[in-house]
């Protein structure tokens, strides 16, 4: 597989994300441990070297299995986790903290539960209004210091907050949501960081599956997947999205690929420096994810993925756009 480049990271240029193996969408009772084990196994077969983890998915449960399943084979993989979205000092999980205490408390349970004695990249998961980034920033570059920590970075972070940070420590990389349904990126986030050299890492590349073509209704998702309530998948908006996914159809069938391949082809598109990291926790997505590697998609066809119109709908309803850093 080809590799691109976070910062001074060189990574395969498909990761495999791996909230999806501790419960969303869908309800813990019908995980299966095995199966994401297996899952990740396939996925380093096939040269994928970036696993994304954090320790809110779970929460803890992810960066379990995903150090079970590298035991053995770490040095096959850059291990991508994130802090920020735990308290321990009393507020548990989904409380904001990245001061410098919770940090340092956040990367040994980590660490602990991946079985390792590095991260290779460690995100902030949102800014924390309440710390200073300097603060967060100069936390991590003690962990770079210290050999705990490789490389740092940022996830929904504002242009003037990757700035601030990178003054006090290089950032690798920043994730944020970004596919052919989401691409507000495009107009000051990504100039910015190519002016930095800062790597970039889309989460959600397939739109929270919509792009894979396989949902037509949400009337199948289970009660509790919090799709439900997103309002890119409620009433007309959901009905004008799908739109999307046709014209993605259409180019499918003129390069005989999948909905799936086609979308992160054209991500693949951007740029040396741009990563996504597809999740799953099946063996058959992650084959048909990696496959997209080798989708080399003709001019004319990239201008028309251009040129088509983004999602309709906010991307997260208020309370979780809240908690984006803009």
Do not use: C
């Not at 999205?241 to 693949?268: K, S």
């Amino acid at each position: 597989m080809k590799h691109a480049h976070l910062g001074s990271l060189q990574v395969s240029r498909i990761g495999l994300g791996a909230m999806t193996m501790a419960g969303t969408y869908t309800s813990e009772g019908v995980l299966d441990e095995a199966e994401s084990i297996r899952t990740i196994h396939r996925a380093l077969d096939l040269g994928v070297t970036h696993i994304d983890t954090a320790e809110i998915y779970g929460p803890h449960l992810s960066e379990q299995i995903v150090g079970r399943a590298v035991r053995g084979r770490r040095d096959q993989v850059q291990i991508a986790t994130k802090f920020g979205l735990v308290s321990h000092a009393g507020g548990g999980p989904g409380v904001t903290d990245s001061s410098p205490a919770n940090i340092r408390a956040a990367v040994e349970g980590s660490l602990r539960r991946l079985g390792t004695d590095r991260i290779d990249l460690y995100y902030q998961h949102r800014v924390d209004r309440s710390t200073p980034i300097e603060d967060t920033a100069g936390a991590v570059a003690d962990l770079v210091t210290e050999g705990k920590v490789l490389h740092f970075g940022l996830s929904e972070a504002s242009p003037d907050t990757i700035r601030r940070a990178h003054t006090v420590h290089p950032v690798a990389a920043l994730q944020t949501e970004y596919s052919l349904w989401t691409r507000d990126v495009e107009e000051e986030v990504l100039p910015l960081l190519r002016q930095l050299g800062i790597g970039f890492v889309p989460y959600s590349p397939l739109g929270h599956g919509l792009l894979t073509g396989q949902i037509s209704s949400v009337a199948d998702f289970a009660d509790d997947d919090w799709r439900k309530t997103n309002p890119r998948f409620t009433g007309e908006n959901f009905t004008r999205n799908l739109a999307i996914v046709e014209e993605v159809r259409a180019i499918d069938a003129e390069n005989g690929a999948t909905p799936a391949q086609t979308a992160l082809a054209w991500l693949l598109s951007r740029g040396e420096d741009v990563a996504p990291i597809p999740g799953t926790r099946r063996v058959a997505r992650v084959e048909e994810n990696t496959a997209a590697d080798a989708v080399e998609l003709t001019p004319g066809q990239l201008e028309r993925l251009d040129s088509l119109q983004p999602a309709a709908g906010a991307r997260h309803d208020e309370a979780n756009m809240a908690s984006v850093d803009r």
